[in-house]
């Protein structure tokens, strides 16, 4: 994604509340799709990945969900707390045209989080 | 442990000058990259490495330089040249990403270099 200017989507949330945290991708080629937590003055921190042969993974207390049709990701976050507060990033990585990939990712602009005691 | 190590964490640099932001990794990661992050933006990569001895330029490269000696590091030199240097500036590392079996590795990223105009 392209950032789009100096104001990042915020979401906040009441602790114990579960969060969605919503993505647009802009190339149908992407192939691997991730989920990064970034506190502030640290760098990113990978939380979930999938592939886009699937369309639903989940780890520990995270799902991140992928619909191709729209080219939408989502990382939802369940019983919220405090220290889930960060910017949240999703990143996708495009094939290059020989069908390999490289590892190059793509970052969007970011969603604040702010979790509320 | 294991991890990317960026130094300084922060640093300033005078007009005219070169500065080198470093990046270390003992992760025994193939793959290496700098990105740029601006206040409210997301992450733009500058130079990837997949290999020692190769790296390819990013989207924004220009008044950027980088080296890939050794495996481990993967230094990143703001010239003169880039007028607009003041950012907040981030490494990576991958594994080997070269191939059509490629595995799907995440990036694991440093805590980054803020960088100042003095």
């Known amino acids: 994604g392209e950032s789009v200017g100096l104001h990042l989507p915020t979401l906040s949330v009441q602790e114990g509340d579960n969060s969605i945290i919503n993505c647009a991708y802009s190339n149908s080629a992407s192939d691997y799709f991730i989920w990064y937590k970034q506190e502030s003055g640290k760098g990113p921190q990978f939380i979930i990945d999938?592939?886009?042969?699937?369309d639903k993974r989940q780890g520990q207390r995270v799902t991140v969900l992928l619909n191709k049709t729209v080219k939408h990701l989502s990382l939802q976050i369940a019983a919220t707390q405090p220290g889930d507060s960060a910017v949240y990033f999703c990143a996708d990585r495009l094939l290059n045209a020989g069908g390999t990939s490289y590892g190059k990712l793509t970052f969007g602009q970011g969603t604040i989080l702010t979790v509320h005691p | 442990d294991g991890g990317i190590t960026q130094s300084p964490k922060y640093l300033f640099r005078k007009e005219g000058q070169n500065v080198t932001l470093s990046c270390e990794q003992n992760l025994n990661h193939d793959a290496m990259y700098w990105y740029r992050q601006d206040p409210g933006q997301g992450l733009r990569l500058i130079y990837y490495?997949?290999?020692?001895?190769?790296?390819q330029k990013g989207d924004i490269a220009e008044g950027y330089s980088v080296s890939r000696e050794k495996k481990e590091s993967f230094p990143l030199t703001v010239t003169s040249a880039q007028k607009n240097p003041t950012a907040f500036y981030l490494c990576?590392?991958?594994?080997?990403?070269?191939?059509?079996?490629?595995?799907?590795?995440?990036?694991?990223f440093g805590d980054g270099t803020r960088l100042s105009i003095l």
């Open positions: 490495s997949q290999i020692v001895n190769d790296f």
């Open positions: 990576a590392s991958s594994k080997g990403v070269r191939g059509q079996a490629i595995s799907n590795q995440p990036q694991h």
């Open positions: 999938i592939r886009s042969n699937m």
